[in-house]
C-alpha cells in the first residue's frame, strides 16, 4: 500500500493562485498513476487531472483544463495541482489518489488522502 498526504489548502481570493502538494509513503511512487480530485458540499467527488507514472501524460476535465496544472516529482515521491485564476466555485475538499493502473480514461483509484480544505472568497 502507498500512503498519501495532501497539503497546500488554504483560503485564498478569487483570481489568486495556490499549489497543492501530495507526499507519498514508500519507494515505489513511480509504479503509481496519480489523480487529483475535489469534493464541495452537496455534490459527488469530481475528477480534475491525472499523470502518468512518469510524469509524460496528462489528461484535465473541463473544470481544472487552462487553470490548473498537475505534475509530479518521483525523486521527491511527491505529485502536484497549481491551481491558478481560482474562482469560489473552486471551493471544495481536494483529494489526491493513487493507482498502480496505466495511464487511462478508464483508471479506477486505490489509494486515498485525507483531503485538504481550499476556500476561495469573492
Known amino acids: 500500500q502507498v500512503q498519501l498526504v495532501e497539503s497546500g489548502g488554504g483560503l485564498v481570493q478569487a483570481g489568486g493562485s495556490l499549489r497543492l502538494s501530495c507526499a507519498a509513503s514508500?519507494?515505489?511512487?513511480?509504479?503509481?498513476?496519480m489523480g487529483w480530485f475535489r469534493q464541495a458540499p452537496g455534490t459527488e467527488r469530481e475528477f480534475l487531472a491525472s499523470?502518468?507514472?512518469?510524469?509524460?501524460?496528462?489528461y484535465y476535465t473541463d473544470a481544472a483544463k487552462g487553470r490548473f496544472t498537475i505534475s509530479r516529482d518521483n525523486a521527491k515521491n511527491t505529485v502536484y495541482l497549481q491551481m491558478n485564476s481560482l474562482k469560489p466555485e473552486d471551493t471544495a475538499v481536494y483529494y489526491c489518489?493513487?493507482?498502480?493502473?496505466?495511464?487511462?480514461?478508464?483508471?479506477?483509484?486505490?489509494?486515498w488522502g485525507q483531503g485538504t480544505q481550499v476556500t476561495v472568497s469573492s
Open positions: 514508500g519507494r515505489t511512487f513511480n509504479s503509481y498513476s
Open positions: 489518489a493513487a493507482t498502480r493502473a496505466f495511464h487511462s480514461a478508464t483508471m479506477t483509484f486505490d489509494y
Open positions: 499523470i502518468s507514472r512518469r510524469g509524460g501524460s496528462t
